[in-house]
């Protein structure tokens, strides 16, 4: 039996089941002119909605599945172990010299692969 409207409408999100995706740490709100502190005292887990989710962990990163030193560096990131570097700006964070790609053409075919062979006009 079907709840009434009533009712579902006083619980959170209707009563329907909601999926956030991503990475918490990736999804900071924008706070005007707020510094690291207040930003943080409004992300979604100082919520009231926090203590009504239900946390489940991917374990495996697809996108950067093929590039182990790449997922280790995000990963040291995400777990605040990279080393910042406040002398160049406020939570700076180097990319070491193996992961950059000094030549621009060579970039743009990395990222582009077969951008003009797939998505020429006919």
Avoid at 44 to 65: A, F, G, P
Wanted: glycine content about 6%.
């Amino acid at each position: 039996m079907r709840e009434p409207f009533a009712v579902r409408f006083n619980r959170l999100f209707g009563a329907r089941v909601v999926v956030l995706g991503g990475d918490i740490r990736q999804v900071l709100p924008v706070v005007p002119k707020g510094r690291q502190a207040d930003i943080l005292n409004v992300t979604l887990n100082k919520s009231y909605l926090w203590d009504y989710i239900k946390i489940i962990h991917l374990r495996q990163n697809m996108r950067v599945e093929n590039d182990g030193q790449f997922q280790q560096w995000l990963l040291r990131i995400g777990n605040g172990a990279e080393e910042v570097h406040n002398d160049i700006a406020e939570m700076a964070i180097q990319i070491p010299t193996e992961l950059c790609q000094p030549d621009t053409e060579a970039l743009i075919t990395s990222v582009c692969n077969d951008f003009n062979e797939n998505n020429t006009k006919e």
